[in-house]
């Protein structure tokens, strides 16, 4: 191993740059129907509930932590345990966003049919748009993992996991600027660990983003 490191480095870093660009190329599938989704996460009266299964899953619990974090009520349900009952806990007011890879996740699948059948409304997250998980969805949103080997052959959830979180991350940020949700509320909620020792945060989050309002987007 020792005589190898050269080559252990370079393809640790091969491998970084690859995630690298996996998430730069995310940035140019963001158009028009992503203000679509944050206008209905924005007029949703109940909360964001996320969902998934393996790794999808577990970049949903996350989502629901930044959403909740940053000022947009949002909890995570796993599709198995909502499919076990938990689901009664979802209302027609509530929004779901439920994320899968490859879209042929039966239960995840079960679970986006049957919130429909209850009028929840489900936004898919996934790269296959066709799949019988996102074809069951209220809205599908695509995102893609460029360059494919991100995932270690195109399987192992890697590059895509952070594909996901991005996408999410930027939702989370959008939301908080359109709700105008100040620092002074982040800290009220999360007085814990380091963020709560701050104290000279700016009153306000500064990214140049506001959302029209609605009597001047008529």
Do not use: C
């Amino acid at each position: 191993m020792a005589n190898n490191e050269d080559g252990i480095v370079r393809l640790a870093r091969e491998f970084i740059d690859r995630e690298a660009r996996a998430l730069a190329n995310l940035a140019s599938l963001i158009d028009e129907s992503f203000v679509d989704i944050v206008e209905r996460v924005l007029a949703t009266p109940g909360k964001v509930i996320t969902t998934g299964a393996g790794t999808s899953g577990i970049m949903a619990a996350r989502l629901a932590h930044i959403l909740a974090v940053s000022g947009t009520p949002a909890l995570y349900l796993s599709s198995q345990d909502a499919l076990h009952g938990g689901m009664a806990a979802i209302t027609r007011e509530d929004l779901v966003i439920a994320f899968s890879k490859g879209g042929q996740s039966a239960e995840l699948t079960e679970l986006t049919v049957r919130l429909g059948e209850r009028g929840v409304h489900v936004i898919a997250v996934t790269e296959k748009p066709e799949s019988p998980f996102a074809l069951a969805a209220g809205t599908v949103v695509r995102v893609a993992t460029d360059p494919v080997d991100a995932d270690p052959g195109g399987l192992i959830a890697m590059g895509s996991t952070l594909v996901a979180g991005a996408w999410g991350d930027a939702l989370a940020t959008t939301l908080m600027a359109a709700n105008q949700y100040d620092w002074k509320e982040v800290l009220h909620s999360h007085p814990a660990g380091i963020v709560g020792q701050q104290t000279k945060l700016p009153e306000t989050l500064s990214l140049g983003l506001s959302l029209p309002d609605e009597k001047e987007s008529r």
